[in-house]
């Protein structure tokens, strides 16, 4: 395995981790503020071209298709990124709060925290025991 992948799979498992654990303590408060960044324009542009930044690093250093689940968890993650980022600098922050009102994020805060949960928990044990 490749230690790019090792490497990746251990700061986005992290990091994922981390980061819902965080926001589910935090519960109702985190999904407002959610609102709070999407109605705020430039925070929504950075954080929008923070997220297709990092998405465009891991697939232009991490590409790969083959070789097991781990690399290619990592990779289908980093487009995930690539694409979100995009798609959501393209649109507007009413667009964007539409799609969240769609998705009833609030509704589903800890719905979509646990699969961001469970994600970083597969992602941080594959990478420190590969």
Do not use: D
């Not at 981790?17 to 929504?44: E, S, Y």
């Not at 781990?70 to 980093?78: D, S």
């Amino acid at each position: 395995m490749s230690p790019l992948t090792i490497f990746l799979a251990k700061l986005l498992g992290l990091y994922s981790m981390i980061l819902a654990l965080a926001m589910m303590a935090r519960g109702r408060n985190a999904a407002a503020a959610m609102k709070g960044v999407v109605a705020n324009a430039p925070l929504l542009l950075f954080v929008n071209a923070i997220g297709l930044a990092s998405g465009l690093a891991i697939v232009i250093g991490h590409n790969i298709w083959t070789g097991g689940a781990l690399p290619v968890v990592v990779t289908l993650l980093g487009w995930f990124m690539v694409v979100r980022g995009g798609v959501l600098l393209a649109m507007s922050s009413e667009a964007t709060a539409k799609l969240l009102e769609a998705l009833q994020y609030e509704r589903r805060f800890y719905l979509y925290m646990g699969v961001a949960l469970v994600l970083g928990l597969y992602l941080t044990y594959a990478g420190f025991s590969a």
